[in-house]
């Protein structure tokens, strides 16, 4: 039952979204009924001029009638505006509710399963948006009334009737034709231009590399392939709605002219006016209309539709994190207790049963080989990963029950640091609107990245793009380092922190550990150069995902000695043997 109700969870969020412009639904239906009834102006205007004001010859009547008439299409035509304002405004409204709830949605599996849902998230609800802003939701509204007007029509003649509603049946079976056709061609189409996107974002971001290694003509190629598939599938898709668009427009058209044909055959045998035949054929169109803008814009109808389920599946598998009651700034006290990982996608653990304490004032080194669970263990101190069994505690409290707080008591610096389009210190203030120069500053002098940023052509207000620009490896590492360490986190988890500094930046990185330590704080490294452990207190050593070692740092290196002295003194006998 429970995960029946998480499965439904999405489209509940969805529909109750959309369920609070409810009282606008029916301001737009009595303004779609009050346009559907004015658009019988030009059918009864017709007719009364053919029947009435050529009958008679009476210039004042048709004065008359003719004022009217603009009278009543200009009511017509702001009716028919304000139910599109309307309209934009309740998508807008839709949107602006979801859009918070997407977006913390889309970040967070992108953090811990990056697919299809989390880069589409946002395009999803955006296609959601248009249609619910288009003309074409507007036929929905429109189409109910259609049985109105082939009414009229039946009130002119039965067979003007009877022709209106098989034009009306086939232009039904061919929308019904194109939604069953077009419909899996535009969601493959619109598949493969996502991955071309894809695909030119991550070329462009990596530009650097691509034209360092010669990759260019490759890149392209690969691009262009992308690229193809999706305007060869757009072409497709655009193929078969077009198809279908012409064929309705011929037909609607042709059924005006066999109305008019009908009609006039009905007069020559005396059983219909003139004007009757006029208006029967005036009525036609505006019965069908609707229907052939359906036909036209389906792909749109199409694409929202994807959309809609896609958001109903995100938001249903990302939940909505539940309000916490806020906890007070926690020590610098970790306990991880059999710590089993599993990354998101597999099915083989990454961490097991891992066990380790560190305390306030010190820090841990994590060491072992390349695959080993270091990274792992980084993403699931820093919440990112969720641990498949047992737990991390800070300060006695579970990670989870800090919520979205974690990242103001445990500060990470990724193995590759990304910066944001800004300045260097809305990067180090975490992009926070209104934030405390001084603070700013003060996180720059701990991470001992103060005077490399004055040197720099602005200073903190050096403007820097996502792939860090003019500045080095070594100097993005360093603004990073003072990033995690805003706001004055208790826990500092670092994830080969020298893997693009020199001696240097090296020991600016032990510098900033070291305060770190004084202040009563703690910090994580993962590391594979013994100089980024030389402020390390404890070692904890990882052997494929489980605990190979874990204590003070001298016996840690000591029994690794211990242990290689055996296996060469093992491998020298096993030769003389």
């Known amino acids: 039952m429970a995960n029946m109700q998480r499965k439904d969870g999405g489209r509940d969020e969805l529909l109750a979204a959309r369920k609070q412009g409810r009282p606008f639904y029916w301001f737009v239906g009595i303004f779609s009924f009050l346009v559907n009834a004015l658009m019988l102006t030009g059918p009864l205007y017709m007719l009364q001029v053919y029947d009435r004001v050529l009958g008679s010859r009476s210039e004042a009547t048709l004065l008359a009638l003719t004022v009217l008439v603009v009278f009543l299409y200009s009511m017509m035509g702001v009716l028919d505006y304000a139910r599109g304002r309307i309209m934009a405004r309740v998508a807008a409204r839709f949107q602006g509710r979801l859009d918070l709830r997407v977006f913390d949605a889309v970040m967070r599996r992108a953090a811990v399963k990056p697919d299809e849902l989390s880069v589409t998230g946002l395009k999803d609800l955006e296609s959601v948006q248009r249609l619910m802003s288009s003309p074409v939701l507007m036929a929905f509204f429109d189409i109910p009334w259609t049985p109105l007007f082939v009414a009229a029509i039946f009130i002119f003649h039965p067979w003007l009737g009877f022709l209106a509603v098989g034009g009306g049946l086939v232009l039904v079976a061919v929308t019904l034709l194109n939604q069953g056709l077009s419909r899996d061609p535009t969601l493959k189409s619109n598949q493969a231009m996502m991955r071309a996107e894809q695909s030119s974002e991550q070329i462009r971001s990596e530009a650097e590399m691509v034209q360092s290694l010669g990759m260019r003509a490759a890149a392209f190629k690969r691009w262009h392939k992308a690229r193809s598939a999706a305007l060869s599938g757009q072409i497709n898709s655009a193929d078969i709605v077009g198809t279908f668009t012409v064929t309705t427009k011929t037909f609607r058209l042709f059924l005006q002219s066999a109305m008019l044909g009908l009609g006039a055959y009905l007069v020559l045998q005396g059983e219909l006016t003139a004007g009757a035949m006029i208006a029967g054929s005036i009525l036609m169109g505006r019965a069908l209309a609707p229907i052939e803008l359906l036909i036209g814009q389906w792909p749109a109808v199409t694409r929202a539709r994807k959309g809609w389920d896609n958001l109903a599946q995100l938001l249903s598998e990302v939940p909505p994190e539940e309000a916490r009651l806020p906890l007070p700034k926690p020590r610098a006290s970790l306990e991880v207790s059999q710590l089993t990982v599993v990354p998101p996608g597999d099915h083989q653990a990454a961490l097991r049963l891992v066990s380790f304490t560190l305390n306030p004032g010190h820090a841990l080194g994590v060491i072992g080989s390349s695959g080993a669970g270091k990274s792992t263990l980084a993403r699931a101190i820093?919440?990112?990963?969720?641990?498949?069994?047992?737990?991390?505690?800070?300060?006695?409290?579970?990670?989870?029950?800090?919520?979205?707080?974690?990242?103001?008591?445990?500060?990470?610096?990724?193995?590759?640091?990304?910066?944001?389009?800004?300045?260097?210190?809305?990067?180090?203030?975490?992009?926070?609107?209104?934030?405390?120069?001084?603070?700013?500053?003060?996180?720059?002098?701990?991470?001992?990245?103060?005077?490399?940023?004055?040197?720099?052509?602005?200073?903190?207000?050096?403007?820097?793009?996502?792939?860090?620009?003019?500045?080095s490896g070594g100097q993005m590492q360093r603004i990073g380092l003072a990033r995690a360490m805003y706001g004055d986190p208790m826990i500092l988890v670092l994830d080969e922190p020298n893997s693009n500094l020199d001696n240097e930046g090296s020991e600016a990185v032990n510098r900033a550990i070291r305060t770190m330590k004084d202040e009563g704080r703690s910090v994580i490294i993962m590391a594979h150069r013994p100089s980024a452990i030389r402020e390390c207190d404890m070692l904890l050593m990882l052997e494929n995902g489980a605990r190979a070692a874990f204590g003070p740092k001298e016996e840690v290196l000591r029994s690794m000695v211990k242990n290689h002295d055996q296996i060469s003194r093992s491998a020298g006998h096993g030769g003389v043997r």
């Open 382 to 471: 820093t919440g990112v990963w969720r641990p498949a069994g047992g737990k991390i505690r800070l300060d006695g409290a579970s990670l989870e029950q800090y919520g979205q707080d974690l990242g103001q008591h445990i500060g990470y610096l990724p193995q590759r640091v990304t910066l944001f389009d800004g300045t260097i210190a809305e990067n180090i203030a975490r992009l926070l609107e209104n934030p405390d120069p001084e603070a700013i500053v003060a996180a720059a002098r701990k991470a001992d990245a103060h005077e490399m940023i004055l040197k720099l052509p602005d200073g903190y207000d050096t403007r820097v793009a996502a792939a860090g620009g003019r500045l």
